[in-house]
């Protein structure tokens, strides 16, 4: 049995319920965190006969596993090794990597690379900074692209329809210094796009602040590279300094792609 989805400007395709209801319940434990068989059913909405089978077969593929009273679920292992097969097959990381390197030793702060995925901007590498900081942001997780330095600076660099479709009209808070008004948001985009970096301090991350431009890697993906820096730590001409590293890494790269296109 199959069933019609529609993405923002494409048609509509069509999916196997089956797989869709798999993908969703990895997307869902994923995004959520563990859950018993009724726990998933009530945060999908699906009825826990369906789920039964479901995640029974998951778990004898890999893709899930079980706590050790057999009734809690969680990621299994291979979830783990797709993603890193993943990873590991990206070319825009492997171009990445030693710019990310080069601004991680330049700015001693935590860098980051991520990817636009709907309306949201998901982290595909980073470097940690050399300084204590506590940021809840890891490989694989995704943030709202509207409220992100990352998202900022690849919406920044879409169309105008582009960005009112993926800057949701009702936006939840993360923090208390969030943007929440959708006109606010697009203005702030609309800053990014004139300046050539965007910005976002404590939106995301109390104490925090975040620069990030967009790299250029082709029409098949949005990435961006960001640095994220405690604002205690931005006295003495340091915020312009990360911002010209940033600058400076994004020109680098456009060099390298330009000259590699030329030959």
Known sequence: MSQQTTTPGDAPAATVKSAARALDLLDEIAARGPGT??????????????????????????????????TVYKLGIHALVVSSAY????????????????VSAATEETVHLGRLDGTDVVYTAKRESAHPLRMHSAV?????????ALGRAI??????????????????????????????????????ATQGYAVESEESCLGVRC?????????TTHDAMSVSVPISRLGNGREDFIIETLLSARAKLASQREHSTVR
């Open 37 to 70: 068989q009724l726990q998933l059913s009530q945060r999908m909405g699906i009825p826990k006969s369906s789920l039964h089978a479901l995640v029974r077969t998951m778990v004898v593929k890999g893709w899930l596993e079980t706590d050790p009273t057999g």
């Open 87 to 102: 990873l590991d097959g990206d070319a825009v990381l492997a171009q990445a990597a030693p710019v990310l390197d080069e």
């Open 140 to 148: 694989g997780r995704r943030l709202p692209a509207y409220s992100t």
């Open 155 to 192: 919406l920044s660099e879409q169309p105008m329809e582009v960005r009112e479709a993926l800057v949701p009209d009702s936006i939840d808070a993360m923090t208390p210094h969030t943007t929440t008004r959708k006109a606010d948001v697009l203005t702030i985009i609309d800053e990014a």
């Open 211 to 219: 620069f990030g431009v967009t790299l250029p890697f082709g029409r």
